[in-house]
């Protein structure tokens, strides 16, 4: 299994521009969830999904839309990058929504946004 | 809510000397617990989790932590510590009362420096 990964690992962007940032696990499962991870903030829930066509807001939402329409995928997608949105971008999946089990977090994507 | 504080920002221990990783958390409901480890320029990865069986719990890499109730806490402690384990560390708490979301709330990290 490759597990969860991300593309791509490193992105600038010019302020005003989009782009999707892309995430797939072979798991089968349920849960996904992106993550921004920001110095000495930890990481914080941006957007997340039970199963495919289910997705709900996080912790910070604001500035990116999400969508599941398979198990595998989970793309995040920023329509008007600003520079507010610098920061390391991380996928995550786990078996099912509830608390028990692990997250599983791919390697993650820097973005840069000027 | 639930609420997670990481003691200290930053550790520094000397290599083959004892580690302690501070974490307090806050949960209304009966949470789930975990330590998350990332290394320089990796994902992250689980060393360990509490999910209200043993309260001592064994993770990877001879860590461990104690999940204190009464004290709402859930320090990570290593006996020796091995210049490989230089890495940020996350306690991370989830609410297991909560059927869906799975929401995961970090600390803000705890950065371990191990002296040779």
């Known amino acids: 299994n490759a597990g969860v990964t991300q593309t791509p690992k490193f992105q600038v962007l010019k302020t005003g521009q989009s782009m999707t940032l892309q995430c797939a696990q072979d798991?089968?499962?349920?849960?996904m969830s992106w993550y921004r991870q920001d110095p000495g903030m930890g990481l914080r829930l941006i957007h997340y999904s039970v199963g495919a066509g289910i997705t709900d807001q996080g912790e910070v939402p604001n500035g990116y839309n999400v969508s599941r329409s398979t198990t595998e995928d989970f793309p995040l997608r920023l329509l008007s990058a600003a520079p507010s949105q610098t920061s390391v971008y991380f996928c995550?999946?786990?078996?099912?929504?509830?608390?028990?089990?692990?997250?599983?977090f791919g390697p993650g994507t820097r973005l840069t946004v000027t | 809510a639930q609420s997670v504080t990481q003691l200290d920002s930053h550790v520094s221990v000397s290599e083959g000397t004892p580690v302690l990783l501070r974490c307090n958390y806050s949960s209304s409901y009966s949470p789930s617990l975990f330590w998350y480890v990332q290394h320089p320029n990796k994902g992250l990865q689980l060393l360990l989790k509490y999910t209200s069986a043993a309260t001592l719990v064994k993770g990877i890499n001879g860590f461990e932590a104690e999940f204190k109730k009464s004290e709402t806490s859930f320090h990570l402690t290593k006996p020796s510590a091995h210049m490989s384990d230089a890495a940020e560390y996350f306690c991370?708490?989830?609410?297991?009362?909560?059927?869906?979301?799975?929401?995961?709330?970090f600390g803000a990290g705890t950065i371990l420096r191990v002296k040779s």
């Open positions: 991370v708490v989830s609410d297991r009362a909560v059927e869906y979301g799975n929401k995961l709330v």
């Open positions: 798991m089968n499962h349920e849960y």
């Open positions: 995550a999946s786990s078996i099912t929504p509830t608390g028990f089990y692990e997250q599983y």
